[in-house]
Each structure stands twice: as C-alpha cells, then as structure tokens.
C-alpha cells in the first residue's frame, strides 16, 4: 500500500480539522487506517477522514500527525506518512459592560470580563481607550470609572491586550452617548411681596457639569414680563397686582 497523509493542514488554536486520507492507496487491495494524533507513537484514532483537535494546543506553532495504512488481509503490510497542521495563534478577547449613556461631568463606570484565549497565553498588558482621547491601564476582571467632559457626544470604549504572542488592539470594544446635562443657577428671595413694591431676586453662580459656556441668561418674572440677567447678580422687579401665585424661571443656554 501507499499511504498519504494529506494536508498541508492549518487550524486555529482551540479548533478543530478534519484529516484527509483517502487519497492513500491499496492498489486493488481493502486497507484500514490509523492514525496518530499526538505524536506518542500509538495509533489511537481510525478512520480515512477522522478530526485533529487543536483544544489546549498554542499557536503559533506546528503539530505532526501520522498515518498507517495497511492491507486489511495482510495486517502487516503497511506504509505510514507524515504530515504537519499549522495551528495559529487566536486574538484574545475581553467582555465590556456598562450603561448605554453617560451624563457629562460625572463618573461612568466600566466592568472588564475575564479574558477569553482558546490558547495556552497570559494576558501581560492591557489598555482601555475611552474614545475621547484619554486612555489607561487596566486589569481583566476588573471595574474603571471614567468622566466624560462634555456631551452630547458619541464615544466607543476599546480595550488593547498583549500576550506573548503579540498585540491585539480592540480586543474589547462598547459604544456608548455622552448625554448633556442642563445647566442650573440658585435662586434666592422672599416667599412673599406686596403689590406694587420691588422684589428682589438673588441669581447665585451657575453648575455646569459639562465643558460648556454660558452665551445668556433671561429671568422670566411669571407674569409676562421678562429682562436679561447675569449669573452672582440680584435683580428688582415690581409687581402690579395681587394677590396672585408667581413662578419665576430662568433660562441659561450655553
């Protein structure tokens, strides 16, 4: 008989090929195959087309399978040939939870799963980008809190990972929206005021959570009259009729 092994083969660490070798011959003759998978000498697996597993292999790296045909009337005539599977190396990955959104100006808290490698690899550096130009190192398994300056924005988080195999950038990856948030300004003044006489109304200093700039600012009175304002300013206003219940408001866009 004449064996042939195939290939050549390649499969991905943690994955599987199938062997091919049926292209063996037995020249008129019934053969039977056999094949060893681990390279230990014993020809454990039959079959012309069986499985070769690369569960627990690391790649890169390169594995030999060898095949035995023989007669299947005369057990001892047998050929054997040789061939090499190329098992490759697999990017590692990692899990990324959080919230869809975050509100600018406030702290945002990302989770890092395990790392997942069908390789035999260790994790030794890793790196999370929080898409707005600031990055830092992390640890698998782990939880980071970052502030977003101003919204709204989209962003996507990525998180970089190295093993002794090499560098894989996005090995991890979330989106999510930085949401603005409203100004607001502290008001102050009495509970009450009589008709006709001037009420005074104290505009404390503006909160701001995001990296914006205040372009006005309008008190609306309550009773339709309304008047530009500045922020750590009082204002005045007179009331001509009462009694009545008032709200007064104030707009700050930015």
Same mark, same amino acid.
């Given at each position: 008989?004449?064996?042939?092994?195939?290939?050549?083969?390649?499969?991905? @660490?943690? *994955?599987?090929? =199938?062997?091919?070798? /049926?292209?063996?011959?037995?020249?008129?003759? +019934?053969?039977?195959?056999?094949?060893?998978?681990?390279?230990?000498?014993?020809?454990?697996?039959?079959?012309?087309?069986?499985?070769?597993?690369?569960?627990?292999?690391?790649?890169?790296?390169?594995?030999?399978?060898?095949?035995?045909?023989?007669?299947?009337?005369?057990?001892?005539?047998?050929?054997?040939?040789?061939?090499?599977?190329?098992?490759?190396?697999?990017?590692? #990955?990692?899990?990324?939870?959080? !919230?869809? #959104?975050?509100? @600018?100006?406030?702290?945002?808290?990302?989770?890092?799963?395990?790392?997942?490698? $069908?390789?035999?690899? =260790?994790?030794?550096?890793?790196?999370?980008?929080?898409?707005?130009?600031?990055?830092? !190192?992390? #640890?698998?398994? /782990?939880?980071?809190? %970052?502030?977003?300056?101003?919204?709204?924005?989209?962003? =996507?988080? =990525?998180?970089?990972? +190295?093993?002794?195999?090499?560098?894989?950038?996005?090995?991890?990856?979330?989106?999510?929206?930085?949401?603005?948030?409203?100004?607001?300004?502290?008001?102050?003044?009495?509970? /009450?005021?009589?008709?006709?006489?001037?009420?005074?109304?104290?505009?404390?200093?503006?909160?701001?959570?995001?990296?914006?700039?205040?372009?006005?600012?309008?008190?609306?009175?309550?009773?339709?009259?309304?008047? *530009?304002?500045?922020?750590?300013?009082?204002?005045? %206003?007179?009331?001509?009729?009462? $009694?009545?219940?008032?709200?007064?408001?104030?707009?700050?866009?930015?």
């Amino acid at each position: 008989p004449w064996a042939e092994a195939g290939g050549a083969y390649t499969v991905s @660490e943690g *994955s599987s090929v =199938t062997l091919d070798g /049926s292209a063996s011959m037995g020249f008129g003759s +019934a053969l039977t195959y056999d094949w060893d998978l681990n390279g230990d000498g014993t020809f454990e697996t039959q079959g012309a087309t069986p499985t070769f597993s690369a569960e627990g292999l690391d790649g890169p790296s390169e594995a030999a399978v060898t095949l035995r045909v023989c007669v299947q009337e005369r057990p001892v005539d047998c050929d054997m040939d040789t061939a090499t599977i190329t098992v490759e190396n697999v990017a590692p #990955t990692v899990a990324l939870s959080s !919230a869809a #959104t975050a509100d @600018e100006g406030s702290a945002y808290a990302l989770t890092l799963g395990a790392v997942t490698d $069908p390789g035999d690899d =260790t994790a030794t550096g890793c790196m999370v980008h929080w898409g707005d130009g600031s990055s830092e !190192a992390c #640890t698998p398994g /782990s939880t980071l809190a %970052h502030t977003y300056a101003d919204g709204p924005a989209s962003r =996507t988080i =990525t998180v970089d990972l +190295a093993d002794e195999d090499g560098v894989y950038p996005g090995a991890g990856s979330r989106g999510l929206t930085v949401e603005n948030v409203a100004p607001t300004v502290a008001l102050s003044g009495a509970a /009450s005021v009589e008709e006709g006489s001037a009420y005074v109304l104290t505009l404390g200093a503006v909160t701001e959570p995001g990296d914006d700039t205040l372009t006005g600012c309008t008190v609306n009175w309550g009773d339709g009259d309304s008047e *530009s304002c500045k922020p750590e300013s009082t204002l005045t %206003h007179t009331y001509a009729d009462g $009694p009545a219940s008032r709200t007064i408001t104030v707009d700050l866009p930015d």
